[in-house]
């Protein structure tokens, strides 16, 4: 995991997320987990861009999912948006939200960077 990945770079609210998630995945409770993945991707969105995305993760996560950004993020993006209310209409839904978010955080980073 990189520098930004395990919150140093991203601030308090990144790390406290981190705990959070990490604290969910243990109970099991992957709904928390989802929520949790969704707000990292929101905080690390921030940093990069400041609030041009909105500081809402739901909308800026419906902003990557339909927006310019490479398909790869688009289509991660979109998975992480939708839950399992999603998933029994047929919608694809992410089954390990923590490392998708890592992945769009990876690539927000790469994109941000001009790779």
Do not use: W
């Not at 709904?31 to 690390?44: D, M, N, S, T």
């Not at 990557?64 to 399992?84: R, V």
């Not at 694809?92 to 001009?114: C, H, M, W």
């Amino acid at each position: 995991m990189s520098e930004k990945l395990n919150g140093s770079e991203y601030g308090q609210e990144y790390k406290q997320e981190l705990v959070l998630i990490q604290k969910a995945m243990n109970e099991g409770n992957f709904g928390r987990v989802r929520v949790c993945a969704r707000r990292l991707v929101g905080f690390a969105v921030i940093h990069l861009y400041g609030p041009k995305y909105g500081t809402d993760s739901l909308k800026i996560l419906r902003t990557l999912s339909s927006s310019d950004f490479p398909i790869e993020l688009q289509t991660l993006a979109s998975m992480l948006l939708f839950g399992e209310r999603d998933r029994l209409n047929g919608i694809k839904v992410s089954d390990f939200p923590f490392d998708e978010a890592q992945k769009i955080i990876t690539l927000l980073e790469r994109y941000n960077r001009g790779d």
